[in-house]
């Protein structure tokens, strides 16, 4: 027994804890983007019971993305110094609490602050910025399948979360909805957090990325190694290469998040059933997350990143194309499939160009500040403008106008993304 149990313990030692972090941060982004975009599924029926303007219900998801993105700047530093355990469990019970908040608001006030102020605090802690840069951290050769693993989670998140808010939705008071959400990534987010982040990079284990064993280092899991790389904000900021990348991907988080809110009310003005319209988000997360593993795959073996960021891009203004002529659910999830699979490009990409450009160590500080431009700006301006759209022209089919050919511009756009000017570490 005694040799069974010492064969186990060899065995685990053969594990990269890079590819434990990967599964960490999986688990992570399903709960995270999983209950974020369950939003869409309650913004009908708070429609109907509040009469609230549909753009002031929207601005709620964009106040929520946009503090999401201004959090994310100081989180993607925090990580660059601590493990990435204790920012995601505070996330969890941030927004495990403002989920839960939802079921008392009475005014606009009470969505802004709750889901909001709260909801974009906790998934700016427990999102994509400390999640992927976490996984970037370990890998260099295996970059971009890692990263694609890792964000399969959004699409898997999303498949069976959205899904089953819709059924709740369709079957029960629209606020236990948010309590079951509540409940979920309270005890699942502090679970999988402590258990699967807690060492901060390969170098605290006396490693370097991918698993290879360093010639001179000793192992100390308390204490982050020297970087021999320091990347402050404002040499970032004088950078082209990251404004290319900051307003490529703006547009991809704007027109998503449009996109997302706004769907299943779409999907139910063309008297598509709620729990069909819901599904199409699921479809979108299942779709999305074969994206994910593709492009990450993809960008592993081809000469630039950026040329499957472009491909991404061309397949998400089809969808758009297709979801304007959407009519049946048959044509909704036709978008969704396509739509989901292009969107997959964004979340492994962006770490996945950053850390081409500017290096893995200080990939935290540079991810958080490319997500407040990108989520912050594009992902806050997509619902709200989705919102504007629908109350002066009473449809969405402007709004699906405009994401096609927004996207089908920064397809050419990402293409001028220069190279790094000196060689990767």
Partial sequence: MSHYFSGLAEKQKDIYWGWVVVFGAFGMLSLTYGTRYCFGIFVKPMFVEY???????????????????????????LLDKIAAKWILTVGAVITAFGFASINFIQTPMGLFLSYGLLCGIGTACA??????????????????????????GIGFGTMVLTPLAGYIVDHYPWRTGFIFISGVIFVFGILISQ?????????????????????????????SPLKPEKISIKPLLKNNRFWVLALCNLVGAMTSMM?????????LDQDIGKVAAAFSLGIIGISGGFGKLFFGWLSDRIKDAKYSASLGYVIMALGMFILLN??????????????????GSLAPLMPYLLSDRFGRHTLGTAFGLLIFFVAGIGGGMGPFLGGIIFDVTGAYAYAWKLNMVALFAVTFFILALKPREKPLE
């Fill in 259 to 267: 996109t997302f809110v706004h769907q299943v009310t779409y999907a």
């Fill in 127 to 152: 999102g994509v910025v400390v999640n992927n840069a976490a996984v970037g951290k370990w890998f260099v050769r295996k970059k971009g399948l890692a990263l694609g693993i890792s964000s399969m």
């Fill in 51 to 77: 009469h609230w303007p549909m753009s002031v219900i929207s601005l709620g998801a964009s106040i929520n993305i946009f503090v999401y993105a201004l959090i994310g700047i100081f989180t993607g530093r």
């Fill in 326 to 343: 959407a009519k049946t659910a048959m044509g909704l999830y036709l978008f969704a499939l396509i739509f989901g699979f292009g969107y």
């Fill in 195 to 223: 258990v699967f982040m807690g060492k901060p990079n390969p170098e605290s284990l006396g490693l370097l990325p991918d698993g290879k064993k360093a010639q001179k280092s000793k192992r100390n899991p308390h204490i």
